[in-house]
Every structure is written in C-alpha cells, then in structure tokens.
C-alpha cells in the first residue's frame, strides 16, 4: 500500500506564497499520478491540480497561472507551490496518488490547512 504525508502549509495575507509538499512511502512503484485536491468549508473536495509519470498537468481554472504542481518520481515526491494566494484558496489540501496495477486503487494524505487572510 502507499502512505501520503503532506507538509507546508499556513496562514499567510493575500498576495503571499506557499510551497505545499507531499511524500509517498510504501509501495510507490504503482504510483502513476499524483495530485492535489481542496476542500473549502461548506464546499465539495476539488481536483486543484495533477500530473503524470510522464510530466503531463492540469490546473483548474480558478488557480491557473498562479499554482505549479511538481513531481519528482525518484524521490517520490509531489509539490504544489502556490502563488498570489487569494482568501478563496483557504482549504484543507489533500494530496492524491492513484495506481492501476495490482490493483486500481486510491490513496490520499491526511489533509493540510491553507488558510489566506483578505
């Protein structure tokens, strides 16, 4: 099995940065994508961004431009640096990771608070 830990996270004023980490233990070989979702209070978990084994991102609108998501797959590690930080990022952030084989399964962090003051 994998075990995502995150770290990084904040509380930080509007306009600022954060970088938020995630490393993965277990095992990682099966990993091919990895990712990062949030849930704002009262709100649905969203996809915020992902990427694959071979480099390929996708960003939700709401943070394109401002968010980078990076991987490096042999230290099994996915960051999410995050800036121009506004009050509607404020969310618990979830690192994701899926494998296909054994088994096609998903794994996911604990959760980390990003909080953004206006």
């Known amino acids: 099995q994998v075990q995502l830990v995150e770290s990084g996270g904040g509380l930080v004023q509007t306009g600022a940065s954060l970088r938020l980490s995630c490393k993965a233990s277990?095992?990682?070989?099966?990993?091919?994508?990895m990712g990062w979702y949030r849930q704002a209070p009262g709100k649905e978990r969203e996809l915020a961004a992902f990427?694959?084994?071979?480099?390929?991102?996708y960003y939700t609108n709401s943070v394109k431009g401002r968010f980078t998501i990076s991987r490096d797959n042999a230290k099994n590690t996915v960051d999410l640096q995050m800036n121009s930080l506004k009050p509607e990022d404020t969310a618990v952030y979830y690192c994701?990771?899926?494998?296909?084989?054994?088994?096609?399964?998903?794994?996911w962090g604990q959760g980390i608070q990003v909080t953004v003051s206006s």
């Open positions: 277990g095992d990682t070989a099966c990993i091919q994508v």
């Open positions: 990427i694959t084994d071979l480099g390929s991102t």
């Open positions: 994701h990771a899926r494998c296909y084989t054994p088994e096609d399964y998903e794994y």
